[in-house]
């Protein structure tokens, strides 16, 4: 097992690596420049902007140099848009909160929706199946940046329950909104693919047989049809926590919630380099992370697989 | 215990009367017992023949309440005397977890892949029984032994798709038997298994009614593996039971047409004459019943009532059969 997850990590190296140069490069021959503003500035300032940041170098140095700060000191170089701040600064300071917020969404949309998977497909004809699935079907549909305003308009404006946003450290009145409406969506495709698999797994023989054995029924969907219809929810969740970080952004803009996601947005709309790159290499490696942490379930679930 | 077949006054283990199995679809009512009854006295066995289709299985589900959802059952099926149709799930369950025990098709996929052997033994055993989870697994090591798994009890905790199919289906047996049911259903054991395991199962079902005299119902589609072992047969065809009897009668003196066209279809070696035989034309569709009787359509001696009425069951439990042709005669 841990050569397995030790093989996993050495190619995870190159994966990053490959995945670092290529965003590096595709920036640099997207038109435009961090320093194109409304006023043109004057050349001589240009010039020594791009000296002071090391964009007058060759190509292939900029990358090697940003490698290797990168990789002896894990510095993610200064952001161009935020003057007196680096990269690993605002990422300090945003991730915290997009982890907090996305992790506990992340949590919800599993318990929510593997439950409701299941009672669905437990239930499966009757009049709580079409329940259920008539709401997963609406909120898998419904895109968070339409369920931010209305659970704005609905718990700040006219119930007056919840504040309408801001951070505050991250208590719970503040972080109610957010989690719903950034879960919503998954919960949904989680409820959808737990029934299905439910279902499927419920008519299997191995079903028949515990059945067959006098175990009640509950015992038999716990016992029995829990693991093997949890797999390709399991396969699901990798992308799932990767998709709540990057669907911070219209978290962070309806709900100032101040993290990460807002700079997804502004650093590409700033050119700011070294910021987009830290937050696409911080998502590369979540995904990683993640597909590893799902591989590993896997195994540990199913017998059959070797590793 | 119980070599010679119990035909005597006793009260039977098992007695279905009447039964009618019909499933809901989308396409219309599907009719898959139509009508059947049967006995089992205790310790004795009955092969329940037929081909695929003629509701032997769903007659077996019905019994021990685990028809599919859409499935209703009607008419009569006595436990020791006692209704159990109808009965609601919690007191099935526990019919199913101390009386009747079943064995399936392919043991290869009615072992649950994600749990060891121990777990799957163990849970049936622990969960009804004052039973500690040691007394339980020694158990298990004992039972495993019975069926003949060597080095049973570093075995027991490997996972199902460690074991060979024949394995398996050994272990689905000791699994059945932990619970020392009085009848054990095992609907087509051997169908799944290579030839050469198909006896060593039959060897073991036998075996087991001999050490523990548990009654067992053998469904099959083949005359050939129910000779050697069971006592009476039921011959059973599109949710009918055509003919049934002790199995010397059956096999020596076949009375349905049916049955002779199965036994003809047997191959002989010694009368080799390079052809299998088969019965020319299809099982009826069970969606779509046709009145008389239901073999009409493929039967060589059909006369004018098999097409208008259905032939009503005659004779005794030691042969019985129900054709308008030998009625007649």
New interface residues.
Partial sequence: MLYFILKRIAIAIPTILALIVLSFTLMHYAPGSPFTGERPLPPEILTNLEAKYGLDRPFPQQVARYVWNIVTEFDFGPSYSYKDRTVNEIIAQGFPVTLTYGSLAFIVSIMVGATLGIVAAIHRTTWLDSLTVGITVGAQVLPNFIMAPILVLVFTLWLGWLPGGGWQGGQWPYLVMPIIALSTSFMASIARITRSSMIETLNSDFILTARSKGLPFHEVVIRHALKPSMLPVISYLGPTFVGLITGSVVIDIYFSTGGIGQHFVNAAINRDYPLIMGVTILTGILTVVFNLIVDILYVWIDPRIQY | MHSTPRTGTEEPLLSICDLRVTFGTPEGQVVAVDGASLDIHPGEVLAVVGESGSGKSQTALAV?G?LA?NGTSEGSILWKGGEILGLP??QL??????EI??V?Q?PM???????RIST?MI??MT??RKMTRTQARSACIDMLETVQIADAANRIDR?P?EFSGGMLQRI?IA??LL?RPRLLIADEPTTALDVTVQMQIVQLLKHIRRKYGTAIMLITHDLGLVASISDRISIMYSGQIMESGLAENVFSNPRHPYTRALLDAIPRIDQNDGELRDIAGEPPDPASRTSGCPFHLRCGYRIASCIENRPDTLGSREHAHACHLSNET
């Fill in positions: 021990t685990l959802r799930e919690h369950a526990r019919l199913r977890s101390e025990a079943m399936f392919n996929t009615c072992l649950n892949p994600y749990l799957q849970e049936g969960m009804n996972y798709h689905m699994m059945s619970r």
